[in-house]
């Protein structure tokens, strides 16, 4: 490099066709698809990836998600395990059903899109951040919900190492290493904060009938 000129970034290394094998054993072992596999070595953008999937299955693609239009149905969060398909409800248009589409079911995607043209009319090409931002926040104030009622009533889940930090700080504090409730226990606990309130009742009445009395005597 000579005085005065720029110094050139190295280009990222792009995947080969000859390490697909290797990715695809790996998604198979690890669980996973070969575009996460392509995504974690950093080998490969996602919206452009994604994106360059619509012109192929002739879709529109969608690169982000309005939270306010995912309803928080049953078994959402199965969405942020691994996003599949989400439905999105618009204002001013009929809904659509987003898709993740995955390289080793693109085919079967394509064939199917081309025998029956009419169901492309209600799909749509995203990305998994995409779907996953739309469900995580669609479904934010339920997983509060759930999580404080939780804590209260003993139902809340013994969490390991990993989903401990995805808790906030008081939550992941309160419940690291705190064995599961049973049944009896968590009955047993209602009991006495009844027996409690109870207590607590009758003393503060007591109380009050006391001084009542002192006062008229």
Not at 66 to 85: E, F, K, M, T, Y
Request: glycine residues 6%; aromatic residues 4%.
């Amino acid at each position: 490099m000579t005085r005065g000129t720029i110094p050139r970034r190295p280009e990222a290394r792009q995947p080969t066709t000859a390490a697909l094998p290797a990715l695809t054993d790996r998604a198979r072992r690890d669980g996973t698809s070969i575009e996460s596999e392509l995504f974690h070595r950093g080998q490969i953008d996602e919206a452009a990836y994604y994106g360059g999937m619509a012109p192929y299955l002739r879709l529109p693609f969608i690169a982000a998600i309005d939270p306010g239009s995912v309803a928080d149905i049953p078994r959402l969060d199965s969405q942020l395990h691994r996003p599949n398909q989400i439905r999105i409800n618009h204002l001013h248009k009929a809904p659509q059903v987003a898709v993740v589409p995955e390289a080793a079911r693109l085919a079967d995607l394509k064939a199917a899109l081309l025998a029956m043209p009419l169901l492309g009319q209600d799909l749509a090409n995203t990305a998994p951040s995409a779907t996953r931002r739309a469900v995580w926040r669609s479904g934010a104030a339920r997983r509060v919900r759930e999580t404080i009622n939780g804590l209260f009533d003993g139902s809340a889940p013994v969490l390991g190492p990993r989903g401990a930090l995805m808790l906030p700080g008081p939550l992941r504090r309160s419940r690291i290493g705190r064995p599961p409730l049973s049944t009896s226990s968590s009955s047993a606990r209602r009991t006495t904060r009844t027996r409690s309130r109870r207590s607590r009742h009758a003393f503060i009445t007591q109380s009050c009938r006391s001084r009542h009395a002192y006062s008229q005597g």
